[in-house]
């Protein structure tokens, strides 16, 4: 009787244990998932963030070309412009270093962790695109 209840037991854990065994596996998954989405969400920030870049100084230099006006009152007022257009790029500029320095924290975070990370970094990309549309 008694080594019929030990073996039941030995059934039960054995039972319990694959099954911890089973969910650990997916879990291992789902994290590497996680990470391969936000290594592939850091790199459309990062080009997007580089051909924001190089648009907003094509924009500072037509604008500077377009300082010099025909006449002086016309170049004053495309100066102001081109202040605006400095400040909206330094604006920018700092918003993308503030992304940056997210992206660049160490990825030694718990699993659990990883997955609102994506999550913040999609809503971030997502800040993104609305500005560059706006």
Same mark, same amino acid.
């Given at each position: 009787?008694?080594?019929?209840? @030990? @073996?039941?037991?030995? +059934?039960?854990?054995?039972?319990?244990?694959?099954?911890?065994?089973?969910?650990?596996? %997916?879990?291992?998954?789902?994290? !590497? =998932? &996680? #990470? +391969?989405? *936000?290594?592939? #969400? $850091?790199?459309?920030?990062?080009?997007?963030? $580089?051909?924001?870049?190089?648009? !907003?100084?094509?924009?500072? +230099?037509?604008?500077?070309? /377009?300082?010099?006006?025909?006449?002086?009152? %016309?170049?004053?007022? *495309? !100066? $102001?412009?081109?202040?605006?257009? *400095?400040? &909206? @790029? /330094?604006?920018?500029?700092?918003?993308?270093?503030?992304?940056?320095?997210?992206? #660049?924290?160490s990825p030694t $975070? &718990? =699993? !659990?962790?990883? /997955?609102?990370?994506?999550e913040a970094l999609?809503?971030?990309?997502?800040?993104? *695109?609305?500005?560059?549309?706006?």
């Amino acid at each position: 009787e008694n080594l019929r209840k @030990h @073996h039941q037991e030995q +059934k039960l854990l054995m039972e319990k244990y694959n099954l911890l065994q089973q969910q650990l596996t %997916q879990e291992k998954t789902a994290a !590497g =998932d &996680a #990470l +391969k989405e *936000k290594e592939q #969400l $850091k790199v459309l920030l990062g080009a997007k963030e $580089k051909e924001e870049g190089a648009r !907003g100084l094509e924009t500072v +230099k037509v604008q500077h070309r /377009s300082t010099m006006g025909d006449y002086s009152g %016309q170049s004053v007022i *495309k !100066g $102001k412009e081109n202040i605006l257009v *400095k400040q &909206a @790029h /330094s604006l920018e500029s700092d918003q993308n270093a503030v992304v940056s320095r997210r992206l #660049l924290r160490s990825p030694t $975070k &718990a =699993d !659990g962790d990883v /997955s609102g990370e994506v999550e913040a970094l999609r809503c971030e990309l997502e800040v993104v *695109k609305r500005r560059q549309q706006a």
